[in-house]
């Protein structure tokens, strides 16, 4: 990150941010001084296309987790999601291991929120912040898509297990 920046936002390659989209990510971080991570909404964009998928995330009203008991409260998708700088560095950033181009295919930004939540901070969701997301599938690159999400989940769940026992 730049040397005086406060956040860091971050999107897909196809995907288009709102104009007001960073400003959306200032004010949710300014509504409590704990939060450490905002996702907003990834609107599927609306393209002709046979059948497959187009991933999107529609993030319903603001809402603030803190703790691992409030995650099932709000999701999050990686392509709209801004991250303190602070805490980006307290963290050490995302698990090389997860994410696109790594070997456990996703959930990077699952695994992000889930050890700021562990260290106590809290991650919020804004309606405000919003991309439109033009990375449509076709049946079979969804079937190995949603492969990959299935083991970085995975992942990701037996990582918090094995912290856990450490703990």
Do not use: Q
């Amino acid at each position: 990150a730049t040397a005086g920046a406060r956040f860091v936002a971050f999107t897909d390659d196809d995907c288009v941010a709102d104009p007001c989209w960073l400003l959306a990510f200032e004010e949710a971080f300014a509504s409590a001084a704990d939060v450490a991570a905002v996702f907003g909404s990834v609107r599927a964009a609306p393209l002709a296309r046979p059948p497959g998928i187009l991933p999107a995330y529609r993030a319903a009203s603001a809402v603030v987790l803190r703790g691992l008991g409030d995650k099932p409260r709000a999701e999050g998708m990686g392509a709209c999601m801004g991250v303190r700088v602070d805490a980006w560095r307290r963290l050490g950033g995302f698990d090389e291991w997860l994410g696109p181009g790594a070997s456990l295919a996703a959930a990077d930004d699952s695994d992000l929120v889930m050890r700021l939540l562990c260290m106590g901070f809290a991650v919020a969701e804004t309606p405000a912040a919003m991309v439109e997301h033009f990375g449509y599938r076709d049946w079979a690159a969804a079937r190995r898509l949603v492969a990959g999400y299935m083991r970085g989940y995975g992942a990701v769940h037996a990582k918090m297990v094995r912290l856990a026992g450490n703990g």
